[in-house]
């Protein structure tokens, strides 16, 4: 099923509403493999439940997910299997508190993939590396900073070897200086070509690392395009009152 | 069970003592006075209140606590009898622990497809919760056996015993377990699920580890009342501690035996009470470190 021109992930029409409250108003996305696409709007526009809704923690109401020209809506797929190859990292990291740093890395590899006790400790371990996290290994969560914490969440994530990341505003719960560790992470992960859907508010951070921007505004996509285009000249008029009440909180 | 497996994360322990301010030096010799005027005050009392010599006779003679401890010709030892309770004690324990955890799971299981499972869940620990456990005790040590079936009428009175204890008991500690499992929040069974776990690996790895490490205390406190409960027993014919100590009470017309049965189901409640406390002084600090909601 899956060639090499299929985009990494593709969003027909997709709605989902809680009770009356209509969340998602058909939402259409094309990600192609390597492509980082951030979605920005304001808080309660649907970004969260957008990304849940790709890897199907969420349940759609309507419309189609094709993740590597696979639909993943269809009846009779397996969730599991399709959340293997979609790492997701939440805003509250949501690391295993009773779990050492180390076993929360390896539990879904070991558990869901099968990997051995050596063989996933070994992965668990060149990842830690790789982020300056070796030494944390064996702490249980709540000795970490949020930082770091968050950083375990993504390297958790990437241990399952992921075709697509979805990240959810995953430093809104940092302190400021604690931004930039995680935000560094994620730019390594995008220079790797590691294809990546974001809901963020670092304005700066978007601007930098998207190949695209998609304006979400009460769950519909209003504008989308390269980040030169949607930060400097707007053509929507709400994306360019959004923006501006970004400029005036200093977050741009 | 997993109760070990991976252990809790070691929290700092910089907080000094809650009362070691107070005890300090001066403290220690306050407190230790009061108490021996607390206690003298209360010994004097009873020994001045109106036939007291009476009361030290019937509950408190020293040959009477003795011989129904550890028996004679014709009284069963009260202490011996006591390691039956302890016996149905350990053996109900672990059965509890298990049944009662794999109704609380049942309870749990979403999806249309299983709600008759799940409502046999809940009536089951609605009906054993609503009926006492002297009932239960009846209707199992004296009707089971009425039923003239060819395995499960020739049971002993304490495997009997142990069924009913079982069954009402399970009932409680699925609903405690039930608290703790819908304690965790929401968010770390998608975290798992997020990560390919299926719906039961998440519970296992994941759920359940946390909800079971928070309701140690409450369970401690059911065991607590099971211990007790276990003198019930003796309705259906079995010679436990409470049993024993009627025995000897009732032929020798002294009660210095439940006495003695009262002090040996205080003694092993003690530690299991001190031990929750423990625990529960343990949560408090934890939850206050603030960690992860
Ligand atoms: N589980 C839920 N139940 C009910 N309403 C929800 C739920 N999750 C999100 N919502 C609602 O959906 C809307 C969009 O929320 P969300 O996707 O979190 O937006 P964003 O991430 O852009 O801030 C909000 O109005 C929110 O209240
Ligand atoms: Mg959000």
């Known amino acids: ?252 | 069970m997993t109760l070990g497996g991976t252990g809790p994360p070691a929290t700092p322990e910089p907080s000094p003592e809650r009362g070691s301010r107070i005890l300090g030096g001066r403290g220690v010799l306050i407190s230790t006075a009061s108490t021996v005027l607390f206690f003298a005050a209360i010994a004097v009392f009873i020994a001045l209140a109106p036939g007291s010599g009476l009361v030290a006779e019937r509950f408190f003679s020293p040959f009477h606590l003795w011989h129904s401890l550890v028996g004679t010709q014709s009284e069963p030892s009260v202490l011996s009898a006591f390691l039956l309770n302890v016996y149905i004690f350990a053996i109900s324990e672990v059965l509890i622990l298990v049944l009662a955890l794999v109704i609380a799971v049942v309870r749990q299981i979403p999806g249309p497809a299983f709600f008759p499972l799940r409502m046999v869940a809940v009536a089951y620990t609605d009906l054993f919760r609503g009926v006492p456990l002297i009932l239960v005790l009846y209707m199992i040590g004296f009707g089971v056996p009425g039923l003239g079936l060819t395995f499960f009428s020739y049971f002993s009175d304490v495997t009997y015993g142990i069924i009913a204890l079982v069954l009402v008991y399970s009932a409680y500690v699925a609903e405690v377990y039930r608290a703790g499992i819908e304690s965790i929040h929401e968010s770390q069974n998608a975290a798992a699920r997020s990560l390919g776990l299926s719906r039961w690996q998440s519970m296992r790895f994941v759920v359940l580890p946390q909800a079971i490490r928070r309701v140690i205390p409450p369970l401690l406190n059911d065991f607590i009342g099971l211990q007790k409960d276990t003198a019930l027993v003796s309705v259906l014919g079995s010679i436990e501690a409470a049993r024993a100590a009627q025995i000897y009470g009732a032929s020798q017309f002294n009660y210095a035996s439940y006495v003695v049965a009262a002090l040996l189901f205080v003694l092993i409640t003690i530690p299991l009470a001190r031990f929750t406390d423990r625990l529960i002084a343990r949560d408090k600090r934890r939850r206050e470190a603030g960690t992860l909601a």
């Open chain 1, 1 to 252: 099923m899956k060639t090499e021109t299929s985009p990494a992930l593709v969003l027909e029409g997709v709605r989902k509403s809680f009770g009356e409250n209509e969340v998602l108003k058909g939402i259409d996305l094309t990600v192609a493999p390597h492509e980082v696409v951030c979605l920005i709007g304001a808080s309660g526009s649907g970004k969260s439940t957008l990304l849940r809704c790709v890897n199907l923690i969420e349940p759609l109401d309507a419309g189609r997910v094709v993740v590597e020209g696979a639909e993943i809506t269809a009846r009779g797929v397996n969730a599991n299997h399709i959340r293997q190859r979609i790492g997701i990292v939440y805003q509250a990291f949501n690391l295993f508190p009773h779990m050492t740093v180390l076993r929360n890395i390896t539990l879904a590899p070991r558990e869901v993939l099968g990997m051995g006790r050596a063989d996933a400790e070994e992965q668990a371990l060149s990842l830690l590396e790789r982020f300056g996290l070796s030494d944390r290994r064996n702490e249980y969560p709540d000795r970490l900073s949020g930082g770091q914490q968050q950083r375990v969440a993504i390297v958790r994530a990437l241990a399952m070897r992921p075709h697509l990341m979805l990240l959810d505003e995953v430093t809104s719960a940092l302190d400021p200086e604690l931004v930039a560790e995680v935000l560094s992470v994620i730019r390594e992960l995008a220079g790797e070509g590691m294809t990546m859907l974001i809901a963020t508010h670092e304005m700066g951070f978007a601007r930098d690392i998207a190949d695209r921007v998609c304006f979400l505004e009460e769950g519909r996509i209003l504008e989308e395009g390269p980040p030169e285009r949607i930060f400097t000249s707007p053509e929507n008029p709400r994306t360019r009152r959004f923006l501006s009440r970004i400029i005036a909180a200093g977050r741009l």
